[in-house]
């Protein structure tokens, strides 16, 4: 009995030891080294007492969210799995400073993507969404493509100019992800269903939306900064020849990432008493 007792009591004493050494840890690293913190190989090497600290929180506390982490502090995969569903909300932003680097592996973006497409609705579960994802020389290709259709369109050399720059800033990213819908899945909807027929070419725009801000809140997640852009319809037959993707599928957003290499900028904010209105509560 005095055995077990003593058991208990030592690993009690092991556990808040634990959580204690792990909190020490984690002030350590966010006030004794503020210019380390900023530094990405410092998030890279150093992320264990902060992992180990948001390990221990999860188990040891019922909410994750009441210690919120900085957005700093999920630079890495490791943390950024961490990362509630809100916080990611909260923490996207529109980047346009980005540049070849990336923080999670290729396979790792292509597992997002799967996910993407498997588990984000659709309307009456259409799966009308098709994504198409460019790394490195064959993102850097696409971007070419719109040079290149967009030039002939452009009625001064001041517009090719700054049109050739802005686009150069989505080609020094490390990929892109083309979202396309399947028009026949949505005829077919509308032959099936007349009663919601005109309904279906916007409902199919919804479902496309929704896929394009789970990637980008997801790759933002995991340290990337995106940022998304509309070339289509002037870059569609050129990408869908090369890439061999159905010529009658219809391209809707071009999500473009790669590291961060810059801030975003500032976002006004119209007032919630003109956007939300609560009843019954
Ligand atoms: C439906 C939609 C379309 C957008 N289209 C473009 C676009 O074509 N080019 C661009 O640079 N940004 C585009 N954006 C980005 C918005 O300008 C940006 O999300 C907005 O200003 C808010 O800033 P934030 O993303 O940093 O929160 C688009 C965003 C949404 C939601």
């Known amino acids: 009995m005095h055995n077990r007792l003593g058991s208990l009591l030592a690993i009690l004493v092991l556990t808040v030891a634990i959580v204690y050494q792990a909190n020490m840890a984690q002030s350590l690293y966010r006030t004794c080294v503020p210019t ?82 498997l588990h984000v609705p659709s309307s009456f579960n259409s799966q009308s969404a098709r994504a198409v994802v460019l790394f490195k020389d064959e993102h850097d290709k696409f971007w070419d493509f719109v040079i290149e259709v967009l030039k002939p369109m452009l009625p001064s050399e001041e517009q090719v100019k700054s049109s ?52 980008w809140t997801a790759l933002e997640a995991e340290g990337f900064g995106c940022n998304l852009q509309h070339y ?22 071009q999500l473009v990432f790669g590291g961060r290499a810059g801030e975003p900028g500032e976002k006004s904010q119209t007032p919630l008493e003109q956007r939300v209105f609560v009843h019954g509560k």
């Open 36 to 117: 380390l913190w900023q530094s990405q190989i410092f998030n890279r090497t150093v992320p264990l007492a902060s992992s180990l600290y948001s390990n221990l929180k999860c188990i040891t506390s019922s909410s994750h969210s009441s210690q919120p982490l900085t957005r700093k502090a999920f630079s890495s995969s490791t943390m950024a799995s961490q990362k509630s569903f809100m916080d990611a909300v909260k923490t996207r932003r529109t980047y346009y400073a980005i540049n070849k680097q990336a923080p999670i592996s290729d396979d790792k973006i292509e597992e997002l993507v799967n996910d993407t497409i």
């Open 164 to 215: 050739t720059q802005r686009i150069n800033g989505f080609r020094a990213g490390y990929g892109t992800i083309l979202f396309f819908e399947d028009p026949k899945i949505v005829t077919g909807l509308q032959t099936k269903m007349p009663l919601y027929a005109d309904k279906f070419p916007q409902w199919s725009e919804h479902t496309s939306a929704m896929h394009q801000f789970v990637l």
């Open 232 to 253: 289509n319809p002037i870059v569609d037959q050129k990408a869908q020849t090369e890439w061999n993707i159905p010529q009658e599928w219809q391209l809707k957003a």
